[in-house]
C-alpha cells in the first residue's frame, strides 16, 4: 500500500531563505507524485507533479521538487521564500494515473517572517 | 479558468441529520472524487465515482455515505445520518484523462453539533 511521509509538521523561515520540505513516500509500483498547497480558507492548489517523466519537476510560485527513487524522496524546494508562500503543503501519492485516488501526507505548515 | 466549486462554504447540521454536500466538477473532467479533512489531520480519499458509478471508496466511505451525479453538472455526496465525527472539511476534486491532476474545490466546512 502506497504511503507518505512529511517530516516536520511545521517550518520556519525567513524572507528570502531556502525553503525546504521534506517528503519521503512508499510505494510498491512507480508512483506519481505531487505537491499542493492550501492558503487559509482555501481550496488545495497543485505546485507541481511527477509522473515519470524528468526527475527535477518545476512548478508555480518558483518551487520544484527531485524524485530520487533510491531515498523515496520527493523533497519540494524553493530558493528564496517570500512572505505570499506561507501556507500548508501536502504531498500526496498515486499509483498510478487511472483516476486513483491520492494519498496525503499529514502537511506542513510553512511560516515565513520578515 | 476553470474551477471547481462547492456549496455550501459552512454547514452546521445536528446528529441524526441528513445532508447533502454540492460540487460542480470541472465541464469535461470525468473522474470526480470526495475527500474530507478532520480539522488538524490529513486530507483523507472517501470515494471516486467514473462513468456513473464508484470506482474506488475508502474504508471511511460506509452504508451512512452515498454520492449521485443527478444531472450533466452537479456531483453530490449525502451523509444519511450524521454523527458527530463527520464534522470535517469536505473537498470535491474532479480530473481529466490522461496523466492529469485532481482540481479541488474550496471545500465545504461541515459541523455537526
Known amino acids: 500500500a502506497q504511503s507518505v511521509t512529511q517530516l516536520g509538521s511545521h517550518v520556519s523561515v525567513s524572507e528570502g531563505a531556502l525553503v525546504l520540505l521534506r517528503c519521503n513516500y512508499s510505494s510498491s509500483v512507480p508512483p506519481y507524485l505531487f505537491w499542493y498547497v492550501q492558503y487559509p480558507n482555501q481550496g488545495l492548489q497543485l505546485l507541481l507533479k511527477y509522473t515519470s517523466a524528468a526527475t527535477l519537476v518545476k512548478g508555480i510560485n518558483g518551487f520544484e521538487a527531485e524524485f530520487k527513487k533510491s531515498e523515496t524522496s520527493f523533497h519540494l524546494t524553493k530558493p528564496s521564500a517570500h512572505m505570499s508562500d506561507a501556507a500548508e503543503y501536502f504531498c500526496?501519492?498515486?499509483?498510478?494515473?487511472?483516476?486513483?485516488?491520492?494519498?496525503f501526507g499529514k502537511g506542513t505548515t510553512l511560516s515565513v517572517s520578515s | 479558468e476553470p474551477e471547481v466549486t462547492q456549496t455550501p462554504s459552512h454547514q452546521v447540521t445536528q446528529m441524526g441529520q441528513e445532508v447533502i454536500l454540492r460540487c460542480v466538477p470541472i465541464?469535461?473532467?470525468?473522474?470526480f472524487y470526495w475527500y474530507r479533512q478532520i480539522l488538524g489531520q490529513k486530507v483523507e480519499f472517501l470515494v471516486s465515482?467514473?462513468?456513473?458509478?464508484?470506482?474506488?471508496k475508502s474504508e471511511i466511505f460506509d452504508d451512512q455515505f452515498s454520492v449521485e451525479r443527478p444531472d450533466g453538472s452537479n456531483f453530490t455526496l449525502k451523509i444519511r445520518s450524521t454523527k458527530l465525527e463527520d464534522s470535517a472539511m469536505y473537498f470535491c476534486?474532479?480530473?481529466?484523462?490522461?496523466?492529469?491532476?485532481?482540481?479541488f474545490g474550496p471545500g465545504t466546512r461541515l459541523t455537526v453539533t
Open positions: 476534486a474532479s480530473r481529466g484523462t490522461g496523466v492529469g491532476e485532481q482540481y
Open positions: 500526496a501519492v498515486s499509483p498510478n494515473q487511472a483516476g486513483t485516488a491520492l494519498i
Open positions: 465515482f467514473y462513468n456513473n458509478e464508484i470506482s474506488e
Open positions: 465541464s469535461n473532467h470525468l473522474y
